[in-house]
């Protein structure tokens, strides 16, 4: 008997090399996923370019819901990429180009009366770039007559010093595509009138080219910052070498992007927040009503970098060898309880998704007193907040300390809080 | 033979209690004197409320400083009662950086907002009109303090609030005591590292606050440096704040160093280094971070206590074998 055993060991030992999950394969699929799921991005971010271009030559209502659908399914792909966040610094270092959020809209458009004016904390809340062709900047005469990428990118985003002046992105699409969403915490989002991109007479609240100019500018400049990031993690990218150029760290990196957008990004910054302060701003996608998407693809994210395996949006599968793999070879029972926790949590976070696009929309789920909308949301909170808490075990399984760090960018470099 | 067990263990115990921090005396010395001081200090703010609402009442301010000290005293403790439900954040909703509190509380007291008198209800309403920062805003905010029937009403209601959310925290402090005392496999906490883990996490993301909002929201940039951002600059307790959290982190950093002669040294003089810098600056709202002279002054005391997080990253962690995990500032 004792003799069997032995040699079922030996067969094992012999076994375990070659089944062995090595972590540069790990890492080599976590960078194939940022590959396809960028790309994925981009070509979606291309087909709202051609939906914008045929808008501004061509408006029409039919245009403007062609513009905004393709939004919506620009937005599945890279509400994904999100947990390549805090772990990668290229993309800490570039994302608030393309997602910055929350941002005071009145830098860039018209607004409602209610929305107020310039605050103590941003004294160009309401600028409105599309009605003033000039103006001043912080002491700078700015010559706006054409609206450019680099006019968005170079002088108004973040403009002053405040974040909230987000002139380029996603969001900022966004409200150019469906203007504020003035309902309060009832159903609709923002119902901007396509007549905003009208020509001659039929051009509504004025400014209608500087309006076109403004969209078509900001859409270009998403599909060149895509594009970019796509590169950066193609065969040979600086976001891959990067990544593969100390194993360890790369599987650090991972772990952190995974445990930072669970807990303090999504379960709190735009989550808990926003139900606790009753704000239908608070709204990640607060224009378009999309929130119950972005908070459940980033949900859907996190468990695609931990199973290593992603659905493009033609459909295809991308797979490798995983962080799940590598879990399941120190401590299989570790490793089912977190593919558990990863799937409760895309479960709650669906169950908002759910109710929303049957017609309770996210903002009403937000308003004081609301206990089921609370609920919903309070679950995809705990659910995020509990698979943190299996994060943080595999990271100590693995032993691959000196995760949470990297997310920090106070850590990383004591002086950034200075800059 | 269970005696000869029993003697080994009590020959070992001091061994034990030197090899690594104690979790029963973190509880004990730390955590509970904090949440009872909180829990008593805000029922005085509530009494002193009720007995006079005026504003500028010295009562009724001294009140709010005490109460206000104590949490600041309190606010790294961020785990098991403070998260239930929404208390931490009833408590003290700060940075603000889209002014919700204001606008809240402007709201409530133009529409006389019926919630604003029923202290039960309360705890319904947005975060950012419940708390000390909202009362800051009651109390010493030009706009925002101006007496009348309703004010009074509301600087009650959000007392009485506060009063009950600190009590029910320290309530349950006496049962979740026996959760940070009682890892297992089945429990919240799997082993001693894990709770271990959970102190450190107050302590990385306490000194984290401190530089990054209190010090690091005022100084802004360079270029831009944005002193209106202070936090409760309007009651002059800015630099105060940073001065009490470092005080209670350096408790804390005590108290988890406790094996190692040497880093306890090295954490307690770089927190001194920090609080000395601190109290020589004179500058209670940090309304010089637009002077480059001072404000070089307070980035210097910024990057003391960056240098206290990177021994308390690099070896404190190790020294206790976890590593601080992730907490709720780790988004941007």
């Not at chain 2, 005696?3 to 509880?27: D, K, M, W």
């Not at chain 2, 009724?60 to 208390?87: I, K, M, N």
């Not at chain 2, 001072?294 to 206290?308: A, H």
Request: glycine letters at 8%; proline letters at 4%.
């Amino acid at each position: 008997m004792k003799r069997y055993l032995l040699t079922t060991a030996i067969a094992v030992g012999l076994a375990t090399p070659a089944l062995a999950v090595e972590t540069t394969d790990v890492l080599d699929t976590y960078a194939d996923i940022a590959a396809a799921n960028y790309g994925d991005s981009l070509i979606t971010a291309q087909r709202l370019q051609a939906a914008v271009n045929a808008l501004v030559a061509d408006p029409s209502a039919e245009n403007l819901t062609a513009a905004r659908a393709a939004w919506l399914a620009a937005r599945v792909p890279y509400q994904q990429t999100e947990v390549f966040r805090f772990g990668n610094a290229i993309v800490d270092d570039w994302e608030g180009k393309v997602n910055a959020w929350p941002l005071d809209e009145g830098l860039i458009d018209y607004v409602d009366a209610s929305y107020g004016g310039p605050s103590d904390e941003n004294a160009f809340a309401a600028l409105n770039v599309i009605a003033n062709p000039t103006f001043t900047l912080s002491g700078q005469d700015i010559d706006a007559t054409s609206i450019t990428p680099a006019l968005l990118e170079d002088t108004l985003q973040e403009a002053d010093g405040v974040e909230a002046n987000v002139a380029t992105g996603y969001h900022a699409i966004e409200f150019l595509l469906w203007g504020q969403d003035l309902n309060g915490h009832g159903t609709g989002a923002g119902d901007r009138p396509w007549t905003d991109y009208a020509m001659g007479d039929e051009c509504t609240n004025g400014n209608c080219d500087r309006r076109g100019e403004y969209l078509t500018a900001a859409t270009d400049l998403l599909i060149s910052d895509l594009e970019y990031m796509a590169g950066a993690w193609a065969i040979g990218g600086e976001a891959r070498s990067e990544l593969m150029s100390d194993a360890d760290a790369g599987i650090s990196a991972i772990l952190t992007g995974m445990g930072s957008l669970s807990y303090g990004e999504t379960a709190g910054e735009r989550m808990r927040l926003g139900v606790m302060l009753n704000d239908p701003e608070e709204e990640h996608s607060c224009f378009a009503d999309n929130t119950h998407n972005d908070h459940y693809y980033n949900g859907v994210g996190i468990q695609n970098v931990y199973l290593g395996e992603y659905i493009r949006v033609d459909g295809s599968l991308v797979t490798g060898p995983s962080l799940s793999d590598l879990m399941a070879e120190t401590d299989a029972a570790l490793d089912a309880e977190m593919q558990g926790k990863l799937g409760d949590a895309v479960m709650a976070l669906g169950r908002i998704k759910i109710a929303a696009e049957a017609g309770f929309a996210y903002d009403q789920m937000l308003e004081r007193g609301n206990v089921e909308g609370e609920a919903l949301i309070m679950g995809g909170v705990n659910g995020l907040i509990d698979q943190t808490r299996f994060i943080e075990r595999v990271i100590a399984a693995l032993g691959v300390d000196g995760v949470g760090i990297e997310g920090s960018d106070s850590l990383d470099d004591p002086n950034a809080v200075f800059q | 033979m269970r005696r000869i067990l029993l003697a080994a263990a009590v020959a070992c115990a001091p061994l034990t209690a030197t090899a690594n921090p104690s979790i029963s005396a973190i509880i004990d010395d730390h955590i509970l004197p904090r949440f009872e001081a909180l829990a008593s200090t805000s029922q005085a703010l509530s009494k002193a409320a009720m007995q006079n609402c005026d504003p500028t009442s010295d009562d009724l301010r001294t009140a709010y400083g005490v109460a206000f000290d104590v949490w600041v005293s309190t606010s790294h403790l961020r785990l098991g009662p403070t998260e239930v439900d929404d208390r931490a954040f009833a408590l003290a909703f700060w940075p603000d950086s889209r002014g919700a509190t204001p606008r809240a509380l402007a709201t409530l007291i133009s529409d006389e907002d019926p919630i604003g008198l029923d202290a039960a209800a309360y705890s319904e309403v947005s975060i950012a009109a419940r708390g000390f920062y909202a009362l800051e805003f009651l109390l010493y905010d030009e706009t925002l303090m101006q007496p009348s029937e309703y004010h009074c009403a509301l600087v009650q209601t959000v007392t009485t609030d506060i009063a009950a959310t600190s009590s029910a925290i320290h309530d349950d402090w006496h049962s979740h005591k026996d959760v940070l005392l009682s890892p297992g496999p089945d429990a919240t906490y799997r082993s001693e590292e894990e709770v271990l883990q959970e102190m450190l996490r107050a302590l990385t993301a306490g000194l984290q606050f401190t530089q990054d909002s209190r010090l690091g929201r005022p100084l802004g940039t360079f270029d831009r440096p944005q002193p209106a951002r202070a936090e409760a600059r309007r009651s002059g307790r800015s630099a105060k704040h940073v001065t009490l959290s470092l005080m209670s982190l350096q408790d804390l950093a005590s108290h988890l160093s406790v094996s190692d002669a040497n880093l306890s040294d090295t954490l307690n003089r770089q927190f001194e280094d920090a609080l000395g810098k601190l109290a020589t600056l004179n500058d209670p709202v940090f309304a010089g971070v637009a002077d480059p002279q001072s404000r070089l002054k307070i980035e210097v005391i910024g990057q003391s206590i960056g240098t206290i997080r990177t021994t308390v990253q690099t070896e404190l962690g190790p020294t206790l074998g976890v590593a601080a995990g992730f907490n709720s500032l780790d988004g941007d």
